[in-house]
């Protein structure tokens, strides 16, 4: 079964950066749109940022100016560089990921691949 593997979770303060990242296969990563999408606790899943099957980059608007989206593409790797957190990005983070033959959505429903999640705490 194919997967999609996040790490780089952790806990830091306000003001602080990390950067995640989303190991995929070679054939999801190249042809698959794929994003990021974050839940807070007792909330609902949100989208945060997504890179289209060809090269568009998608953020929130609460991340934008603050995330970065970038790809190894010889590793199969996307990363999300998360600088100045804020408490309010404090959540379990998932990359996903969506077939090509879709248009690019913000709908969490669209997505059906799933990695297990990385959690990341800010603290104020």
């Known amino acids: 079964q194919e997967q999609l593997v996040e790490s780089g979770g952790g806990l830091v303060q306000a003001g602080d950066s990390l950067r995640l990242s989303c190991v995929a296969p070679?054939?999801?990563?190249?042809?698959?749109?794929m994003a990021w999408f974050r839940q807070a606790p007792g909330k609902e899943r949100e989208f945060v940022s997504a890179?289209?099957?060809?090269?568009?980059?998608f953020y929130a608007d609460s991340v934008k100016g603050r995330f970065t989206l970038s790809r190894e593409m010889n590793k199969y790797t996307m990363h999300l560089q998360m600088d100045d957190l804020r408490p309010e990005d404090t959540g379990d983070y998932y990359c996903?990921?969506?077939?090509?033959?879709?248009?690019?959505?913000?709908?969490?429903?669209?997505?059906?691949?799933w990695g297990q999640g990385t959690r990341v705490t800010v603290s104020s």
């Open positions: 996903v990921a969506r077939s090509y033959n879709y248009p690019f959505t913000r709908d969490m429903n669209g997505y059906t691949l």
């Open positions: 890179f289209t099957w060809n090269g568009h980059e």
């Open positions: 070679g054939r999801i990563f190249t042809s698959y749109t």
